[in-house]
């Protein structure tokens, strides 16, 4: 291990705002606590309205300077520029992620790759997308033109912290909008991570502006009348709150929220050609994931079979130290975020529905806030372990009699995030993929894919991040008439 991996967890005592690390303006200080040892690792300070008001002045004067001013071409060497300096870090960054959150490294290495290949896409945008078009009309000549939508709150979870502010700083970047981020105070260091990285690629001031904190400052953020946009990623229960602040000023607003998505497998395919992917589609990141396969619905006939081969194959998943190479799921990031889940595990059994494998701690982990993959059977879709995204390593399967019932029970939820289907039948794979109301949708295959529109349909959010699609939520567009 190099010596800036051992040396990356460590305290930090300023924000960065305006290009510049900046003394905060209170006291108060957040304690990071590892989630396998339950000790504190680092403090950085916790903001107050005070620092966001001048995070949002910061970005204003960048945004009314001359970075809007800049063409697609530049951004885009400015987008390039910081995803190689966090691919210079990538494995202090796995490291880091491990000790704050309590993924194993191998998953915080894929998450922080993830966040290189978003930013590098956005930041080739500028050769596919039209900032400037002009049409004929009828009435005469016009110009279209896409312009910045201003100033960009982004506020993003601990699950992903660098992913997630990729997701929305390749797209406002790229559409020259400026960025107040505010990532959440359980997983900050790799956010001060990445203010280090933006720092090194010689963003301009105030483009990007990092000060992670709370619910407070958070929705100070949202209601800030010198922000045109907020841009959130976290539970569908903040969203409807953000939606509904966003709505009073007629604020732009991006929601990627929760899931409770499905897998159908079809009556045809065989197991050995599922449980490869789907195995960890709803457990990965001990359950961590909004786009986590987290209901299986398979054939009545078939529940037994699956349910055998799962157990089977749960019950060798190593849960353990992150840092371990042969660990396959760490901790839950929160002390609450494991009282959840057990809460959950509890609930389903009270619902009548049967735990096959799981279902507790894994012994011999006193320490550390760990909770064993979970499968359950005898679920109907109804109950609320089927219902609510517990954002745990948790994972119900529900019988189907016909394709039907089966696409019936998928859309039978509040979420539309994500899902799959598992057949050889090409019509029974294309029916399902048209008829299931949900973002994203894999064939004979799971995961989530962060170059493509990704999104939900129904209380999954609005509108969608990733590919081109996510460009457009940062842009406004001008029609110019010509005499």
């Known amino acids: 291990m190099s010596a800036s991996v051992q040396t990356a967890i460590r305290d930090y005592d300023k924000f960065f705002i305006g290009g510049e690390w900046v003394i905060p303006s209170g006291s108060g200080r957040i304690d990071v606590i590892s989630p396998s040892t339950e000790e504190k690792i680092a403090q950085v300070p916790d903001p107050t309205i005070a ?50 959150i309590g993924a194993p490294l191998a998953v915080g290495e894929n998450f922080h790759g993830k966040a290189v290949a978003m930013l590098r896409q956005f930041a080739a945008f500028h050769e596919q997308v039209e900032f400037t078009e002009d049409r004929d009309d009828v009435d005469g000549k016009f110009r279209i033109v896409r312009e910045p939508v201003g100033v960009v709150g982004a506020i993003i979870p601990w699950n992903g912290a660098v992913a997630a ?63 045109d946009k907020i841009a959130f990623t976290g539970s569908t229960a903040a969203g409807k709150r953000i939606a509904s602040l966003c709505g009073e000023r007629i604020a732009r607003v991006t929601l990627e929220l929760g899931g409770k998505s499905a897998a159908i497998v079809g009556e045809d ?16 990141h001990t359950g961590q994931v909004c786009a986590a396969l987290t209901r299986i619905i398979v054939p009545t006939a078939r529940v037994t079979e699956l349910a055998d081969a799962m157990a089977a194959g749960l019950s060798q998943v190593v849960v353990g130290d992150p840092f371990d190479g042969q660990t396959m799921l760490g901790p839950l990031a929160a002390e609450r975020q494991r009282d959840r889940v057990e809460e959950y595990i509890a609930l389903g059994k009270q619902e009548g529905a049967s735990v096959v494998v799981g279902g507790g701690r894994p012994s011999g982990l006193d320490r550390g806030w760990y909770v064993e993959p979970t499968l359950f059977t005898d679920v109907d879709n109804s109950m609320r372990i089927a219902q609510e995204e517990i954002f745990g390593p948790v994972v119900s399967i529900i ?37 299931v109301r949900t973002g994203q949708i894999y064939i004979n295959d799971a995961g989530m894919c962060v170059t493509q529109p990704f999104g939900g349909f129904k209380q999954s959010g609005l509108g ?9 939520g940062y842009l406004e567009t001008k029609a110019i008439k010509y005499a």
């Open 51 to 100: 620092d966001i008001d001048e995070a949002v002045a910061g970005a204003r004067r960048a945004f009314d300077g001359p970075w809007r001013r800049t063409t697609p071409a530049q951004r885009g060497e400015v987008l390039s520029r910081i995803a190689d300096e966090i691919e210079k870090r990538i494995p202090e960054f796995a490291h880091v992620f491990a000790a704050e």
């Open 399 to 435: 019988g189907y009699d016909g394709l039907d019932e089966a696409i019936r029970i998928a859309n039978d939820s509040p979420y539309g995030l994500s899902g799959a289907v598992y057949s050889n039948d090409p019509e029974v794979t294309e029916r399902v993929v048209r008829e």
């Open 165 to 227: 502010a990729a997701f929305k700083l390749g797209p406002a970047l790229a559409a020259g909008c400026t960025v107040v981020l505010k990532p959440a105070p359980e997983g900050p260091l790799t956010s001060y991570m990445l203010a280090e990285c933006i720092e090194a690629a010689g963003v301009p001031s105030g483009v990007v502006n990092i000060v992670p904190g709370g619910r407070e400052v958070g929705e100070h953020l949202v209601t800030h009348r010198g922000v």
């Open 269 to 284: 395919i065989a197991l050995e050609e599922v449980l490869p992917t789907l195995m960890f589609a709803g457990i990965g």
């Open 464 to 472: 969608r991040e990733g590919g081109i699609e996510g460009l457009s």
